[in-house]
């Protein structure tokens, strides 16, 4: 079946840490994207890319980097320099701008 | 003012009744638009998309109105199982700007 894999579901980081969030799809989609989702809230877009080895900077892009090196995955890091990584982080990915975003399971990190 | 807004909520309803939720959008240039349901720590799952002549799916009907920048949800004879929060998804500039309203929370009792 296609759909969207993340991992791990639960990510620990330690302060001072970069950690790394896995995002792979095999519904041969062109755009990814990275949201981040705090309680109450809506989601937020960290960053997307629209096609291999390009991405952009969404609206809380800081403290946070992407890659994009295959169509199939957009690996997310989670930088030291982001103080308050705690939030259930959601990969999507899309058939172009356009089309509907299909979700990822999601992981939930949180700082020991 | 917020890009995308949305009822506040929560709606608590018992079964059978029929429940409305408004979502209005600030950019006019705004061109696709969605509601997506969401379980609590799980991810959204499309529940339909909205189009200008209105368009219906079972239970749920979707209205989207361009005049005054605003979608809305109507569930008819709502179930247990319709518990979960509804968002209001907008795209434009592109496609690739999406904007996720805050979310509606919905309860249904028996």
């Known amino acids: 079946d296609g759909g969207i894999t993340q991992s791990p579901k639960y990510l620990f980081r330690k302060e001072g840490q970069n950690v790394t969030l896995s995002c792979e799809q095999n519904?041969?989609?062109?755009?990814m994207y990275w949201y981040r989702q705090d309680p109450g809230q809506g989601l937020r877009l960290i960053y997307y890319?629209?096609?291999?080895?390009?991405?952009q900077k969404g609206d809380i892009a800081e403290g946070y980097s992407v890659s994009r090196e295959k169509k199939e995955s957009f690996p997310l890091t989670v930088t030291s320099a982001q103080k308050n990584p705690t939030a259930f982080y959601l990969c999507?990915?899309?058939?172009?701008?356009?089309?509907?975003?299909?979700f990822g399971s999601g992981t939930q990190l949180s700082v020991l | 003012r917020k890009e995308v807004e949305q009822d506040p909520g929560p709606f608590n309803v018992p079964e059978g009744a029929t429940v409305a939720f408004n979502c209005t959008y600030s950019?006019?240039?705004?061109?696709?638009f969605f509601w997506y349901r969401q379980d609590c720590r799980k991810e959204p799952k499309l529940l339909m998309s909205?189009?200008?002549s209105g368009n219906e799916d079972g239970r749920f009907t979707a209205q989207l109105n361009r005049a005054s920048q605003y979608i809305s949800l109507l569930i008819r004879d709502s179930k247990l199982s319709d518990s979960a929060t509804y968002l209001c998804?907008?795209?434009?500039?592109?496609?690739?700007?999406?904007?996720f309203g805050a979310g509606t929370r919905l309860f249904v009792k028996a």
């Open positions: 519904l041969n989609h062109d755009a």
């Open positions: 909205v189009y200008s």
């Open positions: 890319s629209q096609i291999v080895n390009d991405f």
């Open positions: 950019n006019s240039a705004s061109q696709s």
């Open positions: 998804v907008v795209r434009g500039d592109g496609g690739f700007k999406t904007i």
């Open positions: 999507a990915s899309s058939r172009s701008g356009g089309e509907k975003l299909f």
